[in-house]
């Protein structure tokens, strides 16, 4: 995939059909980092074919660990027996802010680790000083230089750790670290999102000892070594409510196949109060959207950690409330620099205002097709939903960003009905 493509989007075309959910991006790559714990062979059931996946497994070859990825199965095997390097390399992990991810599972195993601080979509402040605190009471001598973050221990041991505030990366990072310290670790505050439960599950069935996994209690005794294991991904909840927010935004009908409706309650709620209907069955979401889409005149969406409505959906959200038939209000509590979508939005057609935390919408009849940027992950999949839903043609540059949190998105899409294609283009100042 090169760094230069476009999509390109004719609008007007509901998406109609059903689609199986992805493998989690946010569960399968701290699932990846934790393999570095194994003393044998990981195999790993629906890993996504995104580019962060590809990044996270060039990390790990380079650090020792044999991987293959057989795609058309949506199987690896990672193989942890010899780690030749605790040292990271700095330029892939400026890639994704997930890299950092590998320095628990370091630190355990080996006693050290070098990685540079972490990359990724620029979101706002990502501070890691939750995770160095922890690995420091956990024993680590750490320090920074020229942006790289050096841990060392001759041995960690169990502490009890809080953090001020539920922290998915920093409580990823200190229970992996804490399964193989000497003694008890309590952690409080832990955050609770679907995708670190499933990272704890993964490494129960490697061995671990967890009590009150899915809690914002964990207890960790540590234990000797880790083994490997087999273990399926869970479906990714921001990938399968971008395609069901994709049917109400063009008046479709989309069904998720093999998704955990549990996961996304609050954002299936949301739908429902804007007008769509939502079915939910076992293992299954369908959403048929209605029209009109109602505003949320009398009710404020604000993000926060899970159970809470997810940041990763919010640009996505408002593409939608933006078609609505009033006002709308979203409250970004999270992260400071989400709102950079907001401007290519409004070059759609959007009436969008950011004020502080949030960000306001008037409701407009429709889009208009126009060329436009994508800043992020999910600012890029929120403005092809807006071009999906606009008259005309719409451009979606830097399509990187999508690539790195969605399988295939363009062929997704064709599949539903939607007339997007990708384009290679020439590269030029704007780029």
């Known amino acids: 995939m090169s760094e230069n493509s476009r999509l390109i989007i004719n609008g007007g075309h509901p998406l109609r059909g059903s689609l199986e959910a992805s493998g989690a991006k946010n569960a399968c790559l701290p699932i990846m980092a934790a393999s570095i714990l194994a003393h044998g062979v990981v195999e790993l059931e629906r890993v996504p074919n995104i580019s962060d996946v590809r990044v996270m497994a060039q990390i790990l070859r380079e650090i020792g660990v044999k991987v293959e990825f057989d795609v058309p199965r949506n199987f690896m095997v990672l193989d942890s027996t010899e780690?030749?390097?605790?040292?990271?390399?700095?330029?892939?992990?400026?890639?994704?802010?997930?890299?950092?991810?590998?320095?628990?599972?370091?630190?355990?195993?080996?006693?050290?680790?070098?990685?540079?601080?972490?990359?990724?979509?620029?979101?706002?402040?990502?501070?890691?000083?939750?995770?160095?605190?922890a690995f420091r009471k956990l024993g680590a001598e750490v320090v920074i230089e020229k942006g790289?973050?050096?841990?060392?221990?001759?041995?960690?041991?169990?502490?009890?750790?809080?953090?001020?505030?539920?922290?998915?990366?920093?409580?990823?990072?200190?229970?992996?670290?804490?399964?193989?310290?000497?003694?008890?670790?309590?952690?409080?505050?832990?955050?609770?999102?679907?995708?670190?439960?499933?990272?704890?599950?993964?490494?129960?069935?490697?061995?671990?000892?967890?009590?009150?996994?899915?809690?914002?209690?964990?207890?960790?005794?540590?234990?000797k070594e880790m083994h490997g294991t087999r273990?399926?991904?869970?479906?990714?909840?921001?990938?399968?409510?971008?395609?069901?927010?994709?049917?109400?935004?063009?008046?479709?009908?989309?069904?998720?196949?093999?998704?955990?409706a549990e996961y996304s309650?609050?954002?299936?709620?949301?739908?429902?109060?804007?007008?769509?209907?939502?079915?939910?069955?076992?293992?299954?979401?369908?959403?048929?959207?209605k029209r009109p889409i109602k505003s949320l005149d009398d009710y404020a969406i604000v993000t926060a950690p899970y159970p809470g409505f997810p940041t990763d959906l919010h640009p996505q959200m408002v593409?939608?409330?933006?078609?609505?038939?009033g006002d709308s209000v979203l409250q970004e509590s999270i992260f400071d620099r989400r709102f950079m979508y907001v401007m290519e939005l409004v070059r759609l057609g959007a009436d969008l205002v950011v004020s502080g935390p949030y960000v306001r919408s008037h409701g407009v009849e429709r889009f208009q097709g126009a060329p436009v940027n994508a800043s992020d992950i999910r600012a890029g999949s929120a403005l092809v939903l807006a071009g999906l839903a606009a008259e005309g043609?719409?451009?979606?540059?830097?399509?990187k960003y999508i690539d790195r949190g969605y399988q295939n998105m363009e062929d997704k899409l064709v599949s539903l009905g939607a007339d997007v294609k990708r384009v290679e283009w020439p590269l030029t100042e704007i780029d």
Request: with cysteine.
């Open 83 to 133: 780690i030749v390097t605790t040292k990271t390399s700095e330029e892939l992990v400026s890639r994704m802010n997930a890299s950092f991810d590998t320095m628990g599972p370091l630190l355990a195993r080996c006693g050290e680790g070098e990685v540079s601080m972490p990359g990724g979509c620029r979101l706002g402040d990502r501070r890691i000083d939750f995770h160095i605190e």
């Open 148 to 223: 790289i973050v050096k841990a060392r221990s001759n041995g960690l041991t169990g502490a009890k750790i809080f953090f001020p505030s539920a922290s998915v990366g920093a409580t990823e990072n200190a229970m992996m670290a804490a399964t193989m310290a000497e003694g008890v670790t309590i952690m409080e505050n832990c955050a609770r999102e679907p995708e670190v439960t499933d990272l704890a599950n993964f490494l129960v069935k490697m061995g671990a000892s967890i009590e009150g996994i899915g809690t914002q209690t964990l207890r960790i005794q540590g234990v």
């Open 231 to 260: 273990h399926s991904v869970i479906p990714d909840r921001i990938e399968g409510c971008t395609y069901l927010i994709g049917a109400a935004i063009t008046g479709g009908d989309v069904t998720i196949n093999k998704f955990d």
């Open 265 to 289: 309650g609050y954002v299936l709620e949301i739908l429902q109060k804007v007008g769509q209907e939502v079915l939910i069955g076992e293992d299954y979401v369908r959403v048929i959207g």
């Open 319 to 325: 593409s939608l409330l933006a078609l609505a038939n």
């Open 393 to 399: 043609q719409t451009m979606v540059r830097h399509v």
